[in-house]
C-alpha cells in the first residue's frame, strides 16, 4: 500500500479513536504534524462563533465528533475524507476548525492539528473554568469587563435569551444565579464530577448543564454580554417530562418547586442525605393540626366529635426548601373615582402565618383541617413564596396587592419556636433577588431584580435587558418569589 494512501485511510478512521491510539497507529507516517504554523488563523471570525447551544451537527444533526467552524459559526460532524466538515472546508474555503468535545483545533482539509496559544480565548469562551481564588473575588469588587464586541458587563448580571416563552424559567436561573455558596459549588466542577448515579439516569445531565450556565453566566471573557440558555433548557425539557416548555409560559413558583427537588434528588440527595440545595435553603417547622368535624352535621354530633381522639390537635416536625405567604383578597369594588384600589399588605401581616398561633382553615376534597405553624430552624438563604394565584374550576385569578417589605433587616425571632430562639444567633436577613410577575395570570412575563453583592448595587434583568434600579423601586412590584440572605 502506498504511503499516500495508508496515509488518507487513517485520517478516515481516527476521528472516532482517541489521540494516544492515533499516534501509535500513524507510527512515522504523519511525523509531528502538530507543530505545523496554520497561515489561515486570521481567517477566524469571533463575533460568530456561539457556543450555547446544542452541540449539533447542522447537517447530519448528530452529536458525536462534532466541530465548530470558526470562520462561520456552524457545526459539522467529523473531519475525515467524507466528512460534513471536510465537505464544507473544500466547498467554502472555511480552513480552521475546532472539536467541541477535546477543545483541540484543526487545520481542514490538509488536516493538521494547530497549536497556537492567540486560541485559547475561544476555549475558555467554550469551557470557562474558575480557580478557588477567582471565586473568592467574585463578590469583593464589581470590576466591568469588556466583551469582544464591545459591550461592557458585570459577570453575574448578564441577559438570558428568551427563546420563545422561557423567561418563567430565566428569572428562576437567574435568581439561583445570584447565591454565592450555590453558584461557588457550580462553578467547580470537580464538586459534582463524581456523584454516582444509576446507569441509565438522566436527571444528572440538569446539574451539568446547571453548572454549564452558571460559568457562562459568570465568565469574565465573554465575546458578548449576554448568554442563551439553550442548553439547559433542554435538559429541563427532557428531564421533566415536558412539564416545563420553551414554547410555553410556565409558573415559575412550579418550575422552581420542580428544579430544587430534581436537583436535589440529581446530586444524591434524599430525606437524610444532604445536597448543596438544603445546605443551602432547607429550614424546618412544626406544624400542629386539627380536624374539623364537616360543616353539615348537627351541633350536637359535632360536639361529640371534637371530644374524640381523632379530633385533637396533632404536631409534626416538617423540613422546607421555601415558605409560601398567602396574600388577603383582593377587593372586588372600584372606589368612587372609578379606579381599582391596588391593595397593599406589609410582610409582616402575611409573615403572622408562622407565628405559631394564627390558624388556617385547609380543605382537601372529604375532610377539612385548621393548621398553624411555627418555624423551629432558619436556613442560611430562604425562599418565600408569595402566592398570587388561585386556579377554580374554570380560570386563574390573579392577586395584585402589593407587598411592602423592607429591603434589608427583615427579622423573624419572633416567628421562631422558644428553644429555636435560644439557638439561633443570627435571624436577620437582606433581600438579594426579587422575582415579579406581569400582566395577566397565564400570559404575562417575568422581570427580577438582583444584588450585586461585589457593588452593593441593584439590577433589574428581564430576558437580555439589564439595566440598573433604585432599591426603593423594588418594593412597588408585585413580587412573586424573594430570596433572602442571613446576616453572619
Known amino acids: 500500500m502506498s504511503l499516500k494512501r495508508e496515509r488518507e485511510e487513517i485520517e478516515d478512521d481516527e476521528d472516532n479513536e482517541d489521540e494516544v491510539t492515533v499516534k501509535f497507529r500513524r507510527g512515522r507516517v504523519v511525523e509531528d504534524r502538530r507543530s505545523r504554523h496554520c497561515p489561515y488563523l486570521d481567517t477566524i471570525n469571533r463575533s460568530v ?30 473531519r475525515g475524507q467524507k466528512s460534513h466538515a471536510y465537505t464544507h472546508s473544500v466547498q467554502f474555503s472555511h480552513h480552521v476548525f475546532l472539536n467541541l468535545h477535546t477543545l483541540k ?24 473554568t474558575f480557580t478557588k481564588q477567582h471565586i473568592e473575588g467574585l463578590d469583593k469588587h464589581g ?22 416563552a422561557n423567561d418563567y424559567a430565566n428569572a ?21 464530577r463524581d456523584i454516582r448515579r444509576p446507569p441509565g439516569d438522566i436527571m444528572f445531565l440538569l446539574v451539568q448543564r446547571f453548572g454549564e450556565l452558571m460559568r457562562k453566566l459568570w465568565n469574565p471573557r465573554n465575546f458578548k454580554a449576554h448568554v442563551s440558555p439553550h442548553e439547559m433548557l433542554q435538559a429541563v425539557v427532557l428531564c421533566s417530562k415536558k412539564n416545563f416548555q420553551i414554547t410555553k409560559q410556565g409558573d415559575a413558583v412550579d418550575f422552581m418547586t420542580w428544579f430544587l427537588n430534581a436537583m436535589h434528588g440529581a446530586l444524591g440527595g ?25 360543616p353539615d352535621l348537627p351541633p350536637e354530633e359535632k360536639e361529640a366529635l371534637l371530644v374524640t381522639e381523632e379530633y385533637q390537635e396533632q404536631m409534626s416536625e416538617s423540613t422546607f426548601l421555601f415558605l409560601t405567604l398567602d396574600l388577603p383578597t383582593a377587593p372586588l369594588y372600584k372606589d368612587e373615582k372609578e379606579q381599582l384600589i391596588i391593595p397593599q399588605v406589609p410582610l409582616f401581616n402575611i409573615l403572622g402565618k408562622f407565628n ?14 385548621l393548621k398553624r405553624f411555627q418555624l423551629t430552624k432558619l436556613p442560611p438563604y430562604l425562599i418565600f413564596c408569595i402566592k398570587r394565584f388561585t386556579k377554580n374550576n374554570f380560570f386563574v385569578e390573579k392577586n395584585p396587592t402589593i407587598v411592602n417589605f423592607p429591603i434589608t433587616n427583615v427579622d423573624l425571632r419572633e416567628y421562631l419556636t422558644e ?31 438582583v444584588l450585586h453583592h461585589g457593588t452593593g448595587k441593584w439590577y433589574e434583568m428581564q430576558d437580555l435587558q439589564v439595566t440598573d434600579i433604585l432599591p426603593q423601586m423594588i418594593t412597588l412590584s408585585e413580587a412573586y418569589i424573594q430570596i433572602w440572605k442571613r446576616q453572619d
Open 49 to 78: 462563533l456561539d457556543f450555547d447551544f446544542e452541540k449539533l451537527c447542522s447537517i447530519s444533526l448528530s452529536h458525536i465528533n462534532v466541530y465548530a467552524c470558526l470562520i462561520c459559526g456552524k457545526y459539522f460532524q467529523g
Open 105 to 128: 483545533f484543526y487545520c481542514l482539509p490538509d488536516n493538521y492539528e494547530i497549536i497556537d496559544s492567540s486560541l485559547e480565548d475561544i476555549t475558555y469562551v467554550l469551557k470557562p
Open 143 to 164: 470590576k466591568l469587563y469588556r466583551a469582544y464586541d464591545g459591550t461592557t458587563y458585570l459577570p453575574g448580571i448578564v441577559g438570558l435569551n428568551n427563546i420563545k
Open 172 to 192: 428562576v436561573l437567574q435568581a439561583f444565579s445570584n447565591v454565592p455558596p450555590l453558584r461557588n459549588y457550580f462553578l467547580e466542577e470537580e464538586n459534582y
Open 270 to 294: 434524599t430525606k437524610k442525605k444532604p445536597s448543596i440545595l438544603t445546605k443551602v435553603f432547607q429550614g424546618s417547622m412544626r406544624i400542629f393540626s386539627k380536624k374539623l368535624p364537616h
Open 356 to 369: 405559631g398561633s394564627t390558624e388556617k382553615e385547609y380543605k382537601t376534597y372529604k375532610e377539612n383541617f
Open 419 to 449: 428553644e429555636a430562639q435560644a439557638t439561633e444567633k443570627n435571624t436577620t436577613y437582606d433581600l438579594i433577588a426579587n422575582v415579579v410577575h406581569d400582566g395577566k395570570p397565564t400570559e404575562g412575563s417575568y422581570r427580577i431584580h
